[in-house]
């Protein structure tokens, strides 16, 4: 009896030992904020550092093979090799000792309340291999940074580097508060880790933000130091048998002195290395006028850095991106003592801005490759030499986050396609990386100058989206530009502005200006102790209160500056735009041989805003003697005049044309009116009296300029009188209007070509913004050509069509002198191949019968988008507007040929017209027009003085036979409403 009892417990003693064993392999260890660290030979050695909530007799399990959570099976194992208990964390430190390198190491942990789930890390190679790195800084503790460190390191993740180098500011404030360490910990254990679970090590650089407990890194990470001393947290790690070697420095150490005998030292061991890189916080030349330059840096370390052949120098600190021509310090140089090295120098990539808020790069050098306002980090991909190709690294600025309108922590990582192990060097899908033209989103080193071949374009950013809207009411971009500073000749220089609406702008509450505001773009030009202003384009925003504007890519227009070569060189400060919009200003550097060579552009007058009447009377803007340049061969005049204010019965001079004259020698050889006609704008509805006609401009349009040629007029050397006269005014109050203006001269060489034909542009087909009125069509191509040679151009051959279908030949014949222009409308072409490719082809040829001696304008490429398609019976659906104003309406259905097949006129007041169409297979043209170019919206801006003139709306609709809505037209349209469209199947 007694020996059945203690049977019956022994077995019951069996299953609760089986069953703790069980469950206890099935629990998880208390273990928690896990990160590796280097911290000695990071081919053998890695330190596992994790935060020990409870429990203990804690060891760390690894293999070379994957045994999963299963512990017993993994060959190695350690205890932890250090304990520190700071900022309410009982941190552990393991030390794996004697890896084997470049290999893949499986771990888990196991304390006595359960094991770990499992994760693997790689050593580093111990000969030359190629891997991948990344290299960033400086997150923060609060939103909206806090979020976008996330975003970070998220990225981390799917980049599945080698290591992280991290140029410090891990936390807010000083480094002292458990909470900010706690949840930097956690965020960098849960989202930089892969879902296989590999993690990746980390090499901490010392900021300004761990300034508050002597060895923090030491703390966190197991981090090196120097000297016996905390305070000396400093350290250098080589990998790859002398390929590669991360110099891990301190610019908050309070003995600089010894930390740079320690550099010199440490470099003079590693000069041999294929690759030194050097990181620590605070650049020597921070990019944001925000932050001081660091003299005390620059002395210590700059010339070892050039003596030791130092290849990539990392800091942070500023909170954006940049980077940097190869440089080596100078103290002749006028440009912050460093000068440009292609073949000696140090590339200098930063500076920081992992998570923390972004702040303004408004401080480039002329030495400055790039840098931008962004969340970002550097993601380097490193090469050993090969049979094919020297040792290189390939370096490219991964864009995380940005902000929006509210300051709200944009994500540019979830639609990143996360890269396999087993190919780590790829680009992933998604991915937004940063570009810095004429060298592509990657920079590699060593460093080699962009050679440029004819055609080839150097793209120069003024101002992109990213930079902060000025603040201050009308309040102008001012930035400094690089341009290119060589002898290299431009066969065009183009300025390419797009505005964008965007409720972050500091003028009014609307995403976009709610008024019309005129800005020009003006470059400022050295001039002994002062500058002079130059303009080079100028501009009205639309009425901006609703206005749609292109959404995301804005809108776009362009500008040739070509003949403002002499003065695009070098450093300049540009001033340009306002607040009303946000704003992208590059320039298109189009490298070949310009039609004639720009010598000089000369300011005839002063740019300024003048008062009509004192203009009229010859007060300002009088007569002037000009030396024309003796070896110029060739002059050219240009106004830009807009017309501005409510003087006079005609409210003059915005709404009022007068006439303008150029005096050579007293006489008047030049004489122009400055009127523009806006009722075809193509950036519609806008708000306000948009449609209506002005002097010289139009509410979201550039400015009209006005070019002459005085080279027939005159010799070269020769000193002319020079005046500007303008149309008298009436005594009726006008003469208190104003006009802004510019009155330039441009000295150039001769004609570079006898024999050129240049392709201006495609008109139609396009999907450009400023010809969206007229597009998409299905009937007629239409093209700008220009002679750009010095013979009278007489005929040319004209080439066009689909890509993908049968090109057409059309033989031109007329008569263009020297830089006249001419718009062509070409002959139907076979449109069949759109359906396979919407690109539509068009090249010019043969120029009076010979060869076109230039050959890189005669070719251009447009995005055909489709019409749209009606059925062959519709009904046209008009509703007209009241108080007289619908006899100013008539419509027409015409063929491709041009014929109209229905047409009406004498429309009545109030009336709805349901007309029926009946049209055969084919391609139409819609068009309605109104002759006072005010469409047929009410005139909302009479409701305070006049509201019984506002009247009613009127609409034009296609409907179906059974009255469904096929196509709606904005009733805000001003002149005309013109739709192309396709009755029977599409192209």
């Known amino acids: 009896m007694s020996w059945k009892l203690n049977s019956k417990i022994s077995v019951r003693f069996i299953f609760l030992i089986i069953s703790i064993i069980f469950n206890s392999a099935n629990n998880m260890a208390a273990v928690n904020k896990i990160r590796l660290s280097w911290t000695n030979d990071p081919t053998t050695t890695v330190c596992i550092g ?35 208990t700071e900022l309410e964390m009982n941190t552990h430190f393991c030390e794996l000792k004697n890896l084997k390198p470049n290999t893949a190491y499986y771990f888990v942990i196991k304390d006595n309340e359960g094991i770990s789930e499992r994760y693997w890390f790689k050593t580093a190679p111990d000969k030359p291999e190629a891997f991948t790195c990344i290299l960033g800084g400086d997150t923060k503790s609060r939103e909206p940074a806090l979020s976008a460190g996330r975003f970070s390191n998220q990225m981390v993740s799917k980049l599945r580097p080698l290591f992280v180098l991290f140029c410090g500011d891990f936390t807010s404030g000083n480094a002292t508060n458990p909470d900010d360490w706690k949840q930097w910990l956690t965020d960098w254990f849960e989202l930089t880790r892969t879902k296989d679970g590999r993690l990746f090590p980390i090499v901490p650089i010392h900021g300004n933000h761990e300034g ?16 016996n001393n905390l305070d000396n947290l400093y350290y250098s790690l080589s990998f790859g048998n002398g390929f590669f070697h991360i110099i891990a420095l301190n610019t908050e150490n309070k003995d600089l002195e010894l930390q740079t005998k320690w550099l010199k030292d440490d470099m003079a061991k590693s000069k041999d290395f294929t690759f030194k890189v050097a990181a620590y916080h605070k650049p020597f030349r921070p990019h944001t006028k925000h932050k001081h330059e ?11 850095f050039r003596d030791y ?21 100078d103290t002749n140089s006028e440009d912050e003592y460093f000068v440009r090295d292609d073949e000696n120098g140090t590339i200098f990539l930063g500076e920081g801005s992992w998570g923390a808020n972004p702040r303004k790069n408004d401080d480039d050098k002329s030495w400055t490759l790039r840098s931008g306002s962004f969340n970002q980090f550097k993601w380097l991909q490193v090469f050993p030499e090969t049979e094919d190709r020297v040792a290189h690294i390939d370096i490219r600025t991964v864009i995380t986050a940005t902000r929006d309108s509210s300051f709200r922590s944009i994500s540019h990582v979830e639609n990143v396609e996360a890269l396999s192990e087993e190919d780590v060097f790829a680009t992933p899908k998604g991915i937004d990386l940063y570009a810095t033209e004429p060298y592509g989103a990657v920079i590699t080193y060593p460093f080699k100058g962009f050679e440029m071949e004819d055609g080839d374009t150097l793209t120069v950013n003024a101002v992109t989206y990213e930079t902060p809207s000025p603040e201050g009411w009308g309040a102008h971009y001012k930035e400094t530009v690089h341009f290119p500073d060589t002898d290299e000749q431009w066969a065009k220089i183009i300025l390419v502005q797009s505005l ?34 130059f303009e080079i384009g100028s501009f009205v925003t639309p009425y901006g209160k609703r206005l749609v504007m292109g959404g995301e890519k804005g809108w776009q227009w362009t500008y040739d500056v070509t003949a403002y070569a002499p003065i695009l060189k070098g450093k300049r400060e540009i001033i340009t735009g306002n607040n009303q919009e946000l704003l992208d200003l590059k320039f298109l550097f189009i490298k070949g041989k310009p039609v004639r060579d720009a010598l000089a552009v000369e300011n005839i007058y002063p740019y300024g805003n003048y008062n009509y009447g004192l203009l009229a009377d010859d007060s300002v803007l009088t007569e002037r003697k000009i030396h024309l340049m003796p070896e110029a061969k060739g002059f050219r005049l240009k106004a830009r005049i807009s017309g501005h204010g409510h003087f006079g019965p005609r409210n003059c001079c915005e709404w009022d044309s007068k006439t303008h004259s150029y005096y050579i020698n007293e006489w008047e050889h030049f004489r122009w009116n400055v009127w523009k006609d806006c009722g075809n704008n193509p950036i519609y509805p806008q708000g306000g009296t948009w449609p209506f006609d002005r002097a010289g401009w139009c509410p979201g349009t550039k400015v009209d300029e006005h070019a002459f040629e005085l080279t027939p007029k005159v010799k070269p050397g020769d000193t002319i009188t020079f005046d500007y006269g303008i149309e008298h005014y009436s005594d009726n109050g006008e003469k208190g209007g104003e006009f802004r203006m510019s009155h330039q001269m441009f000295s150039f060489g001769p004609p570079n070509f006898k024999n050129d034909v240049a392709l201006i542009d495609i008109i139609a087909p396009s999907s450009k913004d400023q010809y969206s009125r007229i597009n998409p069509i299905c009937s007629n191509p239409r093209i700008l050509i220009k002679n750009t040679g010095s013979n009278t151009l007489k005929s040319m051959t004209i080439t066009y069509g689909s890509i993908s279908g049968e090109m057409s030949i059309y033989q031109w014949q007329g008569e263009l002198d020297f830089l006249e222009s001419e718009e062509i409308w070409l002959p139907i072409p076979d449109w069949k191949g759109l359906n396979e490719n919407r690109e539509f082809i068009a090249e010019l040829s043969k120029p009076n019968s ?24 519709f009904i046209l659906h008009i509703k007209t507007n009241n108080l007289d104003r619908a006899r100013e309406n008539t419509w027409s259905i015409s063929d491709d040929m041009g014929k109209a097949i229905y047409s009406g006129e004498d429309l009545k007041d109030s009336t709805t017209y349901n007309i029926p169409i009946i049209l055969n297979p084919g391609c139409y043209q819609f068009l309605f027009t109104d002759d006072m170019e005010d469409g047929i919206s009410v005139h909302w801006w009479n409701r305070g003085d006049h509201p019984e003139l506002i009247g009613i709306k009127g609409e034009v609709m296609i409907l179906s036979e059974d009255e469904k809505e096929l196509y709606k037209f904005h009733s805000d349209f001003g002149q005309d409403l013109m739709l192309n469209f396709q009755v029977g199947e599409n192209h």
């Open 309 to 329: 052949g130092l290849d990539i120098s990392l800091d942070a600190d500023s909170h954006l991106s940049k980077i940097t021509f190869p440089l080596v310090p």
């Open 850 to 873: 010979v060869a076109d001696e230039n050959q890189l304008n005669n070719k251009l490429k447009s995005i055909v988008k489709f019409p749209v398609v009606f059925p062959d019976n």
């Open 294 to 304: 660091h003299m005390d840096l620059y002395n210590l370390w700059a010339f070892l």
């Open 500 to 533: 964008k609406c965007d409720s972050s702008t500091k003028a009014d509450k609307y995403p976009c200006g709610e008024w019309d505001y005129i800005w020009n773009t003006s470059i400022m030009v050295p001039l002994g102790d002062t500058t002079e202003q």
């Open 50 to 84: 994790w935060d020990q909530i409870s429990g203990n007799g804690t060891v760390v399990f690894y293999d070379i093979e994957d045994h999963g959570t299963d512990w017993r099976k993994y060959a190695l194992s350690e205890k932890p090799t250090r304990i520190v």
């Open 212 to 227: 508050g407990i002597p060895g923090i890194l030491n703390i966190i990470f197991n981090s090196p130091y120097q000297h």
